[in-house]
């Protein structure tokens, strides 16, 4: 049987020849093995070994196994034709004892971008959050954006908030070789958004040189556990 919606047609963009495409993984959602390989603990096990911090009490310590089956997922990397994959490891992995402080050792600058939120002052609409939290204590309350679609995990759909940031970014720093989205998805479940919203934007005038979008692997998606599925 097969639905008669039908899916929104992909737009046509032409890209550099040296834009890099690729997908991308995190090391406590994706890679298991907590106690293999000499793994210290990390604050991630403590936090989801701690009762109803995640739906369903699950935990990642064995999650996609990527730890263990990494040349198969290199292989699939391989049959998928993604050029480029960016992934991190587990700093129990590196340093079991504990972290250490690492000083003068960044050479590159990311800012993270997980929604696009509205930020307003307290009003009859939008009342003051509680005390504790960050956005009371700045006096300011956020808020969806009007009118906006949500994905599976209520979040919302709003690809104007990424354009924006990126024309900030770009405006404001000047970023040498441009700018690289290292992380871009969203939990799908047939149509939650058009991902050619996101890539659009070095035809907009931002300097876009690569795009990796979020994940490789189904991933353990903290408090939601692993009932949303992000990978490809």
Request: glycine share 12%; aromatic share 14%.
């Given at each position: 049987?097969?639905?008669?919606?039908?899916?929104?047609?992909?737009p046509?963009?032409?890209?550099?020849?040296?834009?890099?495409?690729?997908?991308?993984?995190?090391?406590?959602q994706?890679?298991?093995?907590?106690?293999?390989g000499?793994?210290?603990?990390?604050?991630?096990d403590?936090w989801?070994?701690?009762p109803?911090?995640?739906?369903?009490?699950?935990?990642?310590?064995?999650?996609?196994?990527?730890?263990?089956?990494?040349?198969?997922?290199?292989?699939?990397?391989?049959?998928?034709?993604?050029?480029?994959?960016?992934l991190?490891?587990?700093?129990?992995?590196?340093?079991?004892?504990?972290a250490?402080?690492?000083?003068?050792?960044?050479?590159?600058?990311?800012?993270?971008?997980?929604?696009?939120l509205?930020?307003?002052?307290?009003?009859?609409?939008?009342?003051?959050?509680?005390?504790?939290?960050?956005?009371?204590?700045?006096?300011v309350?956020?808020?969806?954006?009007?009118?906006?679609?949500?994905?599976?995990?209520?979040?919302?759909?709003?690809?104007?908030?990424l354009?924006?940031?990126?024309?900030h970014?770009?405006?404001?720093?000047?970023?040498?070789?441009?700018?690289?989205i290292?992380?871009?998805?969203?939990?799908?479940?047939?149509?939650?958004?058009?991902p050619?919203?996101?890539?659009?934007?070095?035809?907009?005038?931002v300097?876009v040189?690569?795009?990796?979008?979020?994940?490789?692997?189904?991933?353990?998606?903290?408090?939601?556990?692993?009932?949303?599925?992000?990978g490809?």
């Amino acid at each position: 049987m097969t639905s008669s919606r039908r899916r929104p047609r992909m737009p046509e963009y032409k890209f550099p020849p040296a834009f890099a495409w690729g997908t991308g993984s995190s090391a406590y959602q994706t890679e298991g093995g907590w106690q293999s390989g000499g793994r210290g603990l990390s604050i991630w096990d403590a936090w989801s070994h701690t009762p109803g911090r995640v739906a369903g009490g699950a935990v990642a310590d064995a999650a996609a196994d990527h730890f263990g089956r990494w040349r198969d997922d290199v292989r699939l990397l391989h049959r998928m034709g993604v050029p480029y994959y960016r992934l991190s490891l587990s700093w129990a992995r590196i340093m079991p004892a504990g972290a250490a402080l690492l000083r003068n050792s960044s050479d590159f600058f990311a800012l993270q971008h997980y929604s696009t939120l509205m930020v307003s002052r307290p009003n009859a609409t939008f009342p003051p959050l509680p005390e504790t939290s960050f956005y009371a204590a700045e006096g300011v309350r956020w808020h969806s954006t009007r009118g906006a679609r949500k994905n599976s995990l209520g979040w919302d759909i709003a690809p104007f908030g990424l354009y924006k940031l990126l024309k900030h970014i770009d405006e404001t720093y000047q970023p040498r070789g441009g700018i690289v989205i290292t992380e871009s998805g969203f939990p799908s479940r047939g149509d939650d958004a058009a991902p050619h919203e996101a890539t659009r934007d070095t035809a907009r005038g931002v300097p876009v040189r690569g795009y990796f979008v979020w994940s490789l692997l189904d991933a353990a998606e903290w408090e939601h556990g692993f009932g949303t599925r992000f990978g490809l």
